[in-house]
């Protein structure tokens, strides 16, 4: 079984950066053959992708409201998935997810979580 915990999250004022990290530990070698994705979810709100990774890295998927603003990346010597999140805006408060899955934006195609970072934009 494959754990997955995020870290990184914080507190930071609009138009500025975080990276989220996302390590993988367990079946780690698992996470080679999986793609990853990232997901968000505000209070009041559902959960909504971000971003997603093939295996490989050489395929990425991003939700409209991030493209430009957002790159997800992956290390699998350390069994690492990153987001890096550029020109925050207020709306982007979130706890954000990590999950392995499919380069899909379908939360159900997603079979492991971590437990989030929380990210808060100030204006």
């Known amino acids: 079984q494959v754990q997955l915990v995020e870290s990184g999250g914080g507190l930071v004022q609009a138009g500025g950066s975080l990276r989220l990290s996302c390590i993988a530990s367990?079946?780690?070698?698992?996470?080679?053959?999986?793609?990853m994705g990232w997901f968000r979810q505000a209070p009041g709100k559902e959960r909504e992708f971000v971003a997603a990774?093939?295996?490989?890295?050489?395929?990425?998927y991003y939700a409209d409201s991030v493209k430009g603003r957002f790159t997800i990346s992956r290390d699998n010597a350390k069994n690492t998935v990153y987001l890096q999140m550029n020109s925050l805006k207020p709306e982007d408060t979130a706890a954000y997810y990590c999950?392995?899955?499919?380069?899909?934006?379908?939360?159900?195609?997603?079979?492991?979580w971590g437990q989030g970072t929380q990210v808060t934009v100030s204006s």
């Open positions: 367990g079946r780690t070698f698992s996470m080679y053959a999986m793609a």
């Open positions: 990774i093939n295996w490989s890295g050489g395929s990425t």
């Open positions: 999950a392995r899955g499919g380069v899909t934006p379908n939360l159900n195609d997603y079979n492991v």
